[in-house]
């Protein structure tokens, strides 16, 4: 079982696919809502509503920009 089951992933890469869930937004969509968030424009609440998407993911987003921002910063 884990045989197969390590194939089947190996295979998967091999084509170009990878694990795991797929963004809720597009890359695109994720710079707009930071742009709108950071410049005021709209709370991270509002921007959540606006692409009907939990608060969370919202939060999540702002979270990692933030964090990138301070590593690189280093």
Do not use: C
Request: positive net charge; without cysteine.
């Amino acid at each position: 079982l884990r045989e197969r089951t390590r194939a089947g992933l190996e295979a998967a890469r091999g084509e170009g696919r990878i694990g795991g869930r797929r963004p809720k937004l597009l890359p695109q969509q994720q710079t707009e809502v930071l742009k709108m968030v950071t410049q005021g424009k709209k709370t991270a609440a509002d921007a959540a509503r606006l692409f009907n998407v939990h608060p969370a993911t919202i939060g999540r987003l702002l979270a990692r920009a933030s964090g990138d921002a301070a590593a690189s910063k280093r």
